[in-house]
């Protein structure tokens, strides 16, 4: 098995792309030394990072009801809308979360991790220092102090706690808590390091959404292995993304796409980038249609795996490392 680093976008509800772009990926003889993502990336990654091999993950996916992932507050299930209404003005976010929370937490016991100390690598070669060798790092926006995290990296220098001790579901609930649809997660801090005893957490993708230069060597040596990236989104130009912005709304709407995507934008104008990243076509899918059908999981993964053979087929390591790896 050939061995590469992994970086997932985020993408909402679809997700299942990223698992066929894994699926074809493992076929093509890869295996995954470690693995970044932020919110469905982040999903994916964990699951994966966690030893869920890629058909077993498609499995999961195609019987997941992901309407289940819209749970309210019990005393209003059977009024949904003001149970939406509530969790929007008293919690910041319509629905609780804690369904996404026990799927993950349920999967990845099934493999033996639950806190970050399970997910430890050892890897010596690695540039990156012993004390973050871990096989995944999720991205998380700290909207009480307005900063990045990457967790578990992040958890002793930013928030004074131990990683390995941490909740591998929790933080992947925050990378995913999409604002105003999921309720923010409270991560655990030492007051005097965080300035209080907790954190919230919200959607990773606020801060960055690709993550794609997270395992990137810094030491100016030869890497050891390519990171590939996987994008919910099929390669465009700048010219396909101008937008009139005619009205107040348009321009609402231009302005929290800016917001999300200006971070991220530097790597995707990037030759070194683009060619080693797969960009999975997902028109005609919403981030946030939870009501998938099996047909519209079944789209999107295939779309994941054609993206990725083609990806694949045109992939030249050697080539890569002549144009763009610094030495």
């Known amino acids: 098995m050939a061995m590469t680093d992994l970086v997932l976008e985020g993408g909402g509800t679809k997700l299942p792309g990223l698992v066929g772009a894994l699926e074809a990926l493992a076929d093509g003889g890869y295996d995954f030394?470690?693995?970044?993502?932020?919110?469905?990336?982040?999903?994916?990654?964990?699951?994966?990072?966690a030893g869920i091999s890629a058909p077993?993950?498609?499995?999961?996916?195609?019987?997941?009801?992901f309407g289940e992932f819209e749970d309210l507050s019990p005393a209003f299930r059977l009024i949904?809308?003001?149970?939406?209404?509530?969790?929007?003005?008293?919690?910041?976010?319509?629905?609780?979360?804690?369904?996404?929370?026990?799927?993950?937490?349920?999967?990845?016991?099934?493999?033996?991790?639950?806190?970050?100390?399970?997910?430890?690598?050892?890897?010596?070669?690695?540039a990156i220092p012993r004390q973050r060798s871990y096989r995944l790092v999720v991205i998380v926006s700290d909207v009480s102090r307005?900063?990045?995290?990457?967790?578990?990296?992040?958890?002793?220098?930013a928030l004074g706690v131990d990683a390995d001790s941490q909740s591998v579901a929790e933080a992947v609930c925050a990378s995913a808590a999409s604002p105003f649809f999921f309720r923010p997660r409270s991560l655990p801090a030492r007051s005097n390091v965080a300035g209080g005893d907790s954190?919230?957490?919200?959607?990773?993708?606020?801060?960055?959404?690709?993550?794609?230069?997270?395992?990137?060597?810094?030491?100016?040596?030869?890497?050891r292995w390519p990171t590939f990236g996987v994008m919910l989104s099929a390669r465009h130009t700048a010219a396909a993304e101008w937008r009139p912005?005619?009205?107040?709304?348009?321009?609402?709407?231009?302005?929290?796409?800016?917001?999300?995507n200006a971070?991220?934008?530097?790597?995707?104008?990037?030759?070194?980038?683009?060619?080693?990243t797969v960009f999975v076509d997902t028109t005609g899918h919403s981030s946030t249609n939870f009501a998938?059908?099996?047909?519209?999981?079944?789209?999107?993964?295939?779309?994941?795996?054609?993206?990725?053979?083609?990806?694949?087929?045109q992939w030249d390591w050697e080539r890569w490392k002549e144009r763009f790896d610094r030495k």
């Open 146 to 157: 307005g900063r990045m995290l990457r967790l578990p990296w992040d958890y002793e220098d």
């Open 292 to 313: 998938l059908t099996a047909a519209d999981k079944l789209d999107l993964i295939s779309s994941g795996r054609a993206a990725g053979k083609k990806f694949l087929a």
């Open 245 to 260: 912005n005619a009205t107040t709304f348009q321009y609402a709407k231009s302005l929290l796409t800016t917001m999300l």
């Open 56 to 65: 077993n993950l498609r499995q999961k996916v195609l019987e997941q009801d």
């Open 263 to 276: 971070h991220d934008r530097r790597h995707i104008d990037d030759p070194s980038v683009t060619e080693r």
């Open 199 to 223: 954190v919230l957490g919200a959607d990773g993708g606020l801060l960055s959404n690709f993550p794609v230069d997270v395992f990137d060597r810094k030491d100016a040596k030869p890497a």
């Open 33 to 49: 030394h470690r693995i970044a993502g932020t919110s469905a990336g982040a999903i994916v990654g964990s699951l994966a990072a």
């Open 80 to 126: 949904p809308w003001l149970g939406r209404v509530q969790g929007l003005l008293l919690h910041k976010g319509m629905y609780v979360g804690d369904a996404l929370h026990d799927f993950l937490a349920s999967a990845l016991a099934d493999q033996g991790v639950r806190t970050w100390g399970d997910l430890k690598l050892d890897d010596p070669g690695s």
